[in-house]
């Protein structure tokens, strides 16, 4: 079985928002709401600054706290650990909102819990989500992380990274690279 994730490479990303529009187009995604965002963060004390640019989204744990609390089954782990709502089983309590640390789902106007799905449509065809389809600096990589081969799986272990709030314990499967090698 495979585990799906990301690799995104925050020294390439340069916050253009072109994976922000191509998720709400390819996913039609409901006017005002997102399933993914530009997250900009400066790091350090003026004037040794530096600033991280990341493109976020659902990090699709693999301890995730929306599945655990959801009372209907909604929520749930798909093929690869993708984390998916059955819309038809979801009563839209927004209990997996509150518990959500990344502020990753929402309540689509049509009344069930949403968010980023890794484009899983994309993905069964052997495609890239749209968001790493159109990176115009091919910073970000979708993948099997626990293939030793695969790129992603390369990726994160021979460049420095970090998941966001991993104190969490959620078990994120985005990775963002930062500069410089693993010793
Ligand atoms: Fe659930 Fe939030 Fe983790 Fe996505 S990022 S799997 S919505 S806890
Ligand atoms: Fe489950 Fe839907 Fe409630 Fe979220 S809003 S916890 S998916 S029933």
């Known amino acids: 079985m495979a585990r799906y994730g990301m690799a995104i490479d ?6 253009c928002m072109d994976c922000v529009v191509a998720c709400k187009t390819e996913n039609n995604v409901p006017e ?10 400066v790091n350090g004390e003026f004037p040794n600054l530096t600033m991280e640019i990341r493109s976020e989204r659902c990090n699709h744990c693999t301890n995730a706290p ?10 749930h782990y798909d093929g690869g650990g993708i984390v ?11 209990a997996c909102i509150a518990s959500c640390p990344y502020d990753a789902r929402f309540i689509n106007p049509e009344g069930y819990a949403d968010k ?8 069964e065809e ?17 993948g099997d992380l626990d293939d030793p081969n695969s790129e992603i799986s390369k990726l994160v272990k ?14 994120p499967n985005i990775y963002y690279l930062i500069g410089g090698n693993n010793a």
């Open 158 to 171: 021979s460049r420095n990274n970090h998941t966001v709030l991993p104190e969490a314990g959620t078990s």
């Open 66 to 75: 929306c599945v655990n609390c959801c009372p209907t089954g909604a929520s």
């Open 10 to 15: 925050t020294t390439k990303c340069v916050g």
């Open 84 to 94: 998916l709502v059955h819309h038809d089983l979801c009563t839209g309590c927004k």
């Open 32 to 41: 005002g709401l997102n399933r993914d965002w530009i997250q900009t963060i």
């Open 116 to 123: 980023c799905t890794f484009c899983v449509h994309r993905v």
């Open 126 to 142: 052997g495609k890239d989500p749209a968001c790493i389809s159109v990176c115009p600096t091919y910073c970000m990589t979708f």
